[in-house]
C-alpha cells in the first residue's frame, strides 16, 4: 500500500494522511506511536535488522511489543551503515512526525537530532521521550522504576521504610501519552505556520504531575503526605474490605446520602444514628473504630450479593481483579474495549483499546502486528529505491525473503 492508498483507507480518522517516522523500542516511544496510529495516521516503524529487542523479551516484559506496536508499519534498516542511514533521511523527508527514545546523544551520533532534522525539515514535528527534560539531570538515563523511586511516587505507594513501584509501566505509558498530546499540538500550530517544532516528554517530569497532589497535601496541611497504606484518607470509608469465601472488595462511601445508604444496605443504621459519625470528617477521625467495626459485618456477606445492591444503590465499590480476569470482563466484552488483534504468526488475542471514544467509536486495530522489516520492500519503492537497491541494503526480513 503506497502513502495514497494508505491515506484513504481509514479516511474517517482524525490523524490520516499524516505519515509519523517512528524509531523507539520499549514502551515510551512505542506508546506515541501506537496512539497516533491508532488515530489514523500511517506509522512506519523502523527497525534493527534483527527486530526491535523488545519483540524478545521474558517476564514482565512478554506482552510489551504486541501491546504498543499495533497500527505500525515496520521496515528494517542497519543504522550503523551509511546506506541505511540514507534510506533513512530519505524516509524522514516523507514525514510530518519523527519519533523516538533513545537515550542523550544516540540520535546526534546517527546524524538525526532535532537541529539536523529541523534544518532540513522545518515542517518537521520532532518527538523526543527522554528521561529528564533540560535541567542537571537531563543526561542521565532513567528508568520508569528510576523516576519513581526519585519522584515520590515508590514512597507513597509503599508501606512506610519499603519503596514500592506501581504495578504497570505508568510512566513510560503516560509519557508517551504526553508526547502525542505534543504532537497534535504542534500539527495544529503547524497550520498556522507551516513550521514544526520539537516536542519534548520526560519520564521524571511525568512522575512529578503524578506526586503533586502529595505535594500540595503538604503546601496545605504542613504536614509530610503519608505512604498509601498509612495514609489520613479523605474520606471515612475508602477501603478494601474481606468478605465472606475469602473474597475481597473495594468499598467507598464518599458523600452524605452514600454513607446513609450503604448504613442501610448493610443493616447497620445504629452507625449511621451515631453521633460521632454525622459528617465525613468526623467518620475519617473516626476510622481506627469505624472500619473495623464495617469489616465485622461485611466479612459475612458474599460478593455477588454486594455487588448487586451496591450497583442498584449507587454505591462506589470494586472487586480485587488479577489482570488476567480482565479478558474475561463483561463490560470490556460488550462494549467493544477488547478487540481482537492478529500478532505477527497469524495468532490471535484479545486487547484493550485506548480508553477513549470518538463519535461513538472506538479505534481498534486496523492492521496485525507487522514482522520484523515487512513493509521495507514497499516503503523503500515508494521512495525511489528499485529493486536491486533494495537487495543491495539486505534488510528484508526473511518472510519478505520468501514471499516476494
Known sequence: MNRSEAQQAAPSLPLAGIRVVELTHMVMGPTCGMILADLGAEVIKVEPPKGDGTRRLLGAGAGFFRTFNRNKKSIALDLESTSGREALARLVATADVFVENFKPGRMAGIGFDYETLHARHPGLIY?????????????????????????????????????????????????????????????????????????????????????????????????????????????????????????????????????????????????????????????????????????????????????????????????ITRPEQLFDDPHLQQSGGLATLTLEDGAQTPMPLLPIALGGERLGPRRPISRIGEHTADVLAELGYDAEAIAALDVISRDDAQTA
Open 127 to 319: 518527538v523526543s521521550h527522554k528521561g529528564f527534560l533540560s535541567g542537571p539531570y537531563e543526561n542521565r538515563l532513567a528508568l520508569d522504576e528510576v523516576v519513581q523511586m526519585m519522584a515520590g511516587l515508590a514512597y507513597m505507594t509503599g508501606p512506610a521504610g519499603r519503596p514500592l513501584r506501581a504495578g504497570s509501566s505508568v510512566n513510560d505509558i503516560m509519557g508517551g501519552m504526553f508526547g502525542a498530546i505534543g504532537v497534535l499540538a504542534a500539527l495544529y500550530e503547524r497550520r498556522g505556520t507551516g513550521v514544526g517544532k520539537e516536542v519534548q516528554s520526560a519520564l521524571f517530569e511525568n512522575c512529578v504531575l503524578l506526586s503533586a497532589q502529595h505535594m500540595q497535601q503538604y503546601a496545605v496541611t504542613g504536614k509530610a503526605a503519608a505512604p498509601m497504606p498509612e495514609r489520613i484518607s479523605a474520606w471515612g470509608i475508602y477501603d478494601v474490605f474481606a468478605l465472606a469465601g475469602g473474597e475481597q472488595m473495594f468499598v467507598a462511601a464518599t458523600g452524605q446520602e452514600q454513607w446513609r445508604t450503604l448504613c442501610r444496605l448493610l443493616g447497620r443504621d445504629d452507625l449511621f444514628a451515631d453521633p460521632r459519625l454525622t459528617t465525613n470528617n468526623d467518620r475519617v477521625l473516626a476510622r481506627e473504630w469505624l472500619i473495623p467495626a464495617l469489616a465485622e459485618t461485611l466479612a459475612e456477606r458474599r460478593g455477588e450479593e454486594l455487588a448487586a445492591a451496591f450497583e442498584a444503590n449507587q454505591i462506589p465499590f470494586a472487586p
